[in-house]
């Protein structure tokens, strides 16, 4: 295993340990349409706040937490890409899927849709299963929340 895999996962260990979490759902992301033309999660209603304290959490469902690996700076590569405007980026990047839908997929599926030059099966694997259907809407509603201008 490579050293930036390890670090991953260290870093996805870390942020799912520090996580309270209430009633989990398993969510299967094969049964779910990325086409849908409503949103797959409540993001709408979630909490933005709550999103960023989970995203900022070093560990989270037992593992690495989303900080550890990815960025909010502009060009600036953890482990995973750099979330910094992900709401605009995200729009582009698989026509015909909501914003909102790709980022919740990314997250119960992240091999769904993985960002070319990184590889597939390093994200954690165990969000759908380990976070709460809210923590994730939370998550969701905070990173739609990171826009950019162009």
């Known amino acids: 295993m490579t050293l930036g895999k390890r670090i991953f ?3 996805c260990c870390v942020l799912f340990v520090g996580c309270g979490r209430s009633t989990q759902v398993a969510v299967d992301a094969r049964d779910l349409d990325p086409f849908a033309d409503g949103s797959l999660c409540g993001w709408e209603t ?4 709550a999103g ?3 995203f900022e959490q070093r560990v989270l469902a037992g593992g690495a937490g989303c900080v550890t690996c ?3 700076e502009p060009d600036v590569t953890l482990v995973g890409p750099s ?4 709401a ?3 729009f582009k990047r698989v026509i015909g899927v909501q914003t909102s839908n790709y980022i919740y997929l990314s997250i119960v599926d992240p091999n769904m849709y993985v960002v070319e030059g990184f ?3 390093t994200m954690p694997q165990n969000y759908a299963t380990d976070l709460t259907e809210d923590e994730i809407a939370n998550l969701v509603s905070f990173l739609m929340t990171l826009e950019r201008e162009e």
Request: glycine fraction near 4%.
């Open 9 to 11: 996962l260290l870093c």
């Open 46 to 49: 979630a909490d933005p706040v």
């Open 52 to 54: 960023r304290a989970l």
């Open 70 to 72: 990815h960025s909010l």
């Open 83 to 86: 979330l910094h405007g992900i």
């Open 88 to 90: 605009t980026t995200a």
């Open 119 to 121: 590889p597939a099966d």
